[in-house]
């Protein structure tokens, strides 16, 4: 069984990879297109090997196939403004959350969720925030994460040609 690591910049096509997992499942398909993962590889490249990363992720590797990871957390640290609860205005951001599909109900996602909400407590960071599908809810609840009453809304942006 591989253990749970930190990522480095050499896992970043696994880490593609497994974001690509996560978002068939999400989809109900294959992603389409590949400029998400040229980017979202430049950016994990840049953002793995930084000193002070606001960026991280904790994944397991296949100890019997070197270099093919099993599961993955990523997250990031948000920057917003202090209030009575959260005085220093850091907040975590979990995502991409994702165990590949031949390795699933083995502990894995629990263990990287485990080492990167370790990793936040270590920086002082107090909230943590991640949106939940119904299947992930189970494990994100025995984690201690709760329901919020604040529904969380979007709006996209279209971009303006000049």
Known sequence: MGEVRRATPTDTAELVRLRGVLLSAIAGGEPIGDEWRRTT???LRSRLSETDPTLVAFVVELS???GVLAACAVGTVEYRLGGPSNPGGEVGYVFNVATDPDHRRRG?????MTALLDWYRDRGIRTVDLRASEAAEPLYRSLGFVRTPDPAMRLRLSTVDA
Do not use: L
């Open 41 to 43: 590889t430049e950016t």
């Open 64 to 66: 019997e196939r070197p």
């Open 108 to 112: 894995y996602s629990r263990r990287c």
